[in-house]
């Protein structure tokens, strides 16, 4: 027989941002943000673990916990209709479109009862009899109590640094014109607040919500459940030999069951010394039947047992009740969620219950505002430490809100979220600088992380210098026409520090970096220069940059500079009688004769090309053929350093950024040491950020300025797979500070990875305080764009000679040809 929903529907109003039944029952809402899973260790569940316990223990006798976790299959929509957006952000758009994860939202329902109300069971619900009338009328004092207790409930779970909670208003709660409200959104199972249909709920054949077919799976019988329980359990698929990786134990009902779920959560608060003085009775009734069977013999001892513990202990005896409501809109797939649902019961060690004549009654009690009509004879007597460990206590991933930031994936599903690893971390307080280090043997996907940051940090406006061995960013710097500076015999690397650009000036910085280099190629390392032969190639300076305004036809470089010294300077230095003892002219020119025109070296600092470095966004220092050249790599160095702090103290309110690859352990050989410390202490006070990267902790080890001065002002870590150290990984530990935590999450990285799905793990750990692992996923566009594979490079080279040198197209062309292969 058919009956419309407003005649029996238990719900009577909305009113003070709270739902009264009409069976007088008051209930509070609010919305839970749980930490997201895979990122507490042991101690931080018990002690989750812990605050749940002291908040239900706040609420009054006669009053209900309730936490309802919806788990919804949804995919990713990206918004195509950025104007702004880059070919590479298009393209992983493209490729995320309609990823699958599953979206989770959490409810905490608090409800207070009335005093002498009657309670329900499966017989008597008010899904059956519809006349109950409140018993008492509710007084403004009942109301301020209750909710003083869930505002206390609400501060010592936010106390707890774990959860934030919001309390749901009015507008939320009841549907309002063409929005669902939390109370329909339940009944109409309901993913979507804008959906704009209604549906029948059947209950002659299962439970039957519009097109959902739905299952209701229970725990409310004490058999069912584990012999052990906890605030955690191992996630074996994550854990190692030498670490146990950490989740929640009832996490397998949340995040990892994959299907449309939704995990509600009950606890009965009653009048404990009332509980107790029925279990008295009840112990000694089975006393006095305990000679007659050994059930009732074991009974007695499990109830004694149960009553020791509540008075020695001071437990607080509760009534609880856990259920898995699933749904799908095939038949025939009902098979598979059983099978699932089991599954995941079964990793907690208890025993799956269909429910099937109890199930219309236990869905009816999970209307928002009806748990007091829960049936009491589907619960189970236990006390609120274990009742709170079947508790879900994470949720997925989040993006954040920060404007800047990289796209990186979800761990389970790899959805891609929002990650700030900059910005953020200083105004949350948890990082003092912006600094990186980041570590990982080759083929662990170092090159790829480092790849896809840069591109996105340069997307966002951030000014990029990097200092590469290998031709990792080549791809990269080509795609946003960058400057790349390397060395071959055919096209040797080329500069021009004479050359001022727009936005630069010859300011006394600028001066002293040319005289700088000047030294460096006059002097060898172990020659002192005097104060006389410093003042006078200050004069020189000062008195070339004179002669450029005086002839604007001069081009300013090397060249120009050594004919105006050998022109004009030497016959000022001969009138002002400057002795060969405190400036010997001759031997400066003779010394740097290579590196004017016609000499070995004269490409070196006479480019014509690629000039205005300070306003040039993307520049790459190739290093890998000149490293061990005894003229050109100390020359290259110097500039490399002119170059950023050029940047960094002229670029105001701009993001810069210097990365240094492998060639760290080249430059340390010449003096760049200090300039590394330097950088590292103070790149923050510049809006800026200095990232090192390498491969091997040895390295680490042998080197003191990486070993002190860039990993203490690092607060941002970045590791990838360390699976082949994971024996002697206590060194890297301490070396870089790790607490156990993070080295159960490093070495978790890439242990379960999805084998359709080609992609690595990165693990990023933010001041030691807020450590996560993501996916390294990217679109095909993406790759080729950041691959270091040799074969891949030379054949984009090939498409992008076809395509008149542009890389975008080229880099398209080419996933389009791997595509039409793959089909």
């Known amino acids: 027989m058919e009956k419309r929903l407003e005649e029996i529907l238990p719900i009577m109003d909305v009113e003070h941002d709270c739902i009264l039944s009409k069976s007088g029952d008051i209930t509070v809402i609010f919305r839970a943000h749980l930490p997201e899973i895979f990122t507490l260790s042991n101690q931080e ?29 949804s995919t990713f929509r990206p918004d195509f209709n950025k104007a702004d957006d880059s070919f590479l952000n298009r393209s992983s758009d493209r490729f995320f479109n309609e ?26 619900s008010n899904l059956i009899r519809t006349t109950i009338v409140p018993e008492q009328t509710l007084s403004v004092q009942l109301l301020q109590d209750f909710l003083d207790s869930t505002g206390q409930f609400r501060r010592i779970m936010e106390d707890s640094g774990f959860v934030k909670l919001e309390r749901i208003k009015a507008d939320q709660l009841k549907s309002q014109g063409r929005k669902r409200g939390l109370i329909e959104k339940y009944m109409q199972l309901s993913d979507k607040w804008e959906e704009m249909i209604i549906r029948d709920i059947v209950f002659d054949e299962g439970l039957l919500v519009g097109d959902k077919y739905c299952q209701l799976y229970t725990l409310a019988d004490a058999q069912d459940l584990p012999s052990l329980c906890g605030s955690r359990i191992n996630y074996d698929k994550y854990s190692t030999d030498r670490t146990k990786f950490s989740v929640g134990f009832a996490c397998t009902l949340g995040q990892l069951l994959p299907c449309n779920h939704l995990y509600s959560q009950y606890i009965f608060i009653e009048d404990s010394a009332k509980t107790i003085q029925k279990l008295e009775s009840k112990r000694l009734r089975l006393q006095s039947l305990s000679a007659y069977s050994r059930e009732n013999l074991i009974a ?27 749904w799908s809109d095939s038949r025939e797939e009902l098979k598979d969620l059983k099978n699932m649902v089991s599954s995941a019961l079964a990793q907690m060690d208890a025993v799956a219950k269909q429910e099937t004549l109890g199930a219309p009654q236990i869905f009816w009690a999970g209307i928002p505002g009806n748990a007091a009509d829960f049936p009491m004879n589907d619960t189970f007597d236990t006390f609120t430490e274990q009742a709170t460990c079947f508790l879900n206590l994470e949720t997925g991933y989040r993006s954040s809100l920060s404007p800047m930031g990289i796209r990186l994936g979800d761990r389970l599903t790899g959805r891609p979220v929002h990650v700030d690893i900059s910005d953020e971390p200083m105004k949350m307080g948890i990082c003092t600088n912006r600094n990186k ?31 590469d061995v290998g031709h990792s960013y080549k791809g990269l710097c080509d795609m946003v026409k960058g400057y790349y500076f390397t060395y071959s015999e055919s096209s040797p690397i080329r500069f021009n520090p004479f050359y001022i650009g727009e936005g630069d000036s010859l300011d006394t910085e600028k001066k002293e970096s040319i005289k700088t280099l000047l030294l460096a190629l006059w002097k060898k390392d172990d020659e002192e220069f005097k104060r006389s032969e410093y003042v006078a190639l200050s ?76 306003q040039e966004r993307f520049i790459v220092f190739e290093l890998d053929n000149i490293k061990d050249h005894p003229i050109l790599f100390p020359v290259v160095t110097i500039i490399i350093m002119e170059v950023f702090i050029n940047k960094m103290r002229k670029m105001k309110g701009v993001r810069k950024m210097i990365l240094i690859e492998e060639a760290w352990k080249a430059l ?114 993406e790759y080729l764009a950041y691959t270091t594979e040799q074969t891949e490079k030379v054949r984009l080279m090939e498409f992008a000679a076809e395509n008149g040198g542009d890389m975008k197209k080229a880099i398209a062309a080419m996933a389009q040809e791997i595509r039409s292969k793959q089909h």
Request: hydrophobic share 40%; proline share 4%; aromatic share 14%.
């Open 45 to 73: 569940y018990e002690a989750f673990h812990q605050a749940w316990i002291k908040a239900i223990k706040i609420l009054p006798k006669h009053s209900i916990f309730c936490k309802q976790d919806w788990f919804v299959e």
């Open 99 to 124: 990823r699958p994860f599953l979206d989770h939202e959490c409810y905490i329902m608090l409800t207070k009862k009335p005093s002498g109300r009657k309670i329900s069971t499966s017989l008597f």
């Open 300 to 326: 007695r001892d499990a109830t004694n047992d149960f009553l020791n513990e509540a008075i020695s202990q001071q437990r607080l005896p509760v009534k609880a009740h856990f259920n898995v409501l699933v």
């Open 437 to 467: 280090f980041i570590l990982g043997p080759s083929g662990s996907g170092k090159s790829f992380f480092t790849n896809h940051m840069v591109r996105s940090y340069y997307e966002q406006g951030t000014h990029v210098v990097l200092v």
């Open 539 to 614: 004069n020189a300076i000062t008195g070339y940059y004179s002669h450029l305004e005086q002839y604007p036809e001069i081009f300013p470089c090397f060249n120009t500079f050594y004919t105006f010294l050998k022109d004009d300077y030497v016959p000022v230095l001969h009138g002002q009688q400057v002795k060969e003892k405190d400036f010997d002219i001759n031997n400066f020119l003779y010394v740097l004769r290579p590196y004017a025109e016609g000499g070995e070296f004269d490409y070196l600092l006479n480019a014509t090309e690629n000039l205005n470095l300070l």
């Open 668 to 781: 340390m050989k010449e003096g760049f040491a200090e300039y590394i410390k330097y950088l590292f202490k103070t790149v923050r006070k510049f809006f800026g950020e200095a990232i090192v990267v390498t491969q091997d902790v040895e390295d680490i080890i042998s080197s003191p300025v990486v070993k002190q001065a860039i990993i203490n002002n690092s607060d941002c870590k970045i590791l990838l797979d360390q699976s082949k150290y994971q024996n002697k990984f206590d060194q890297i530990q301490e070396l870089l500070g790790l607490t156990e935590k993070e080295k159960a999450l490093v070495l978790s990285v890439n242990r379960s990875n999805d084998p359709l799905r080609k992609y690595k793990e990165v693990f990023i750990s933010l001041g030691g305080m807020l450590s996560k692992v993501y996916r390294t996923e990217v679109s095909l566009e």
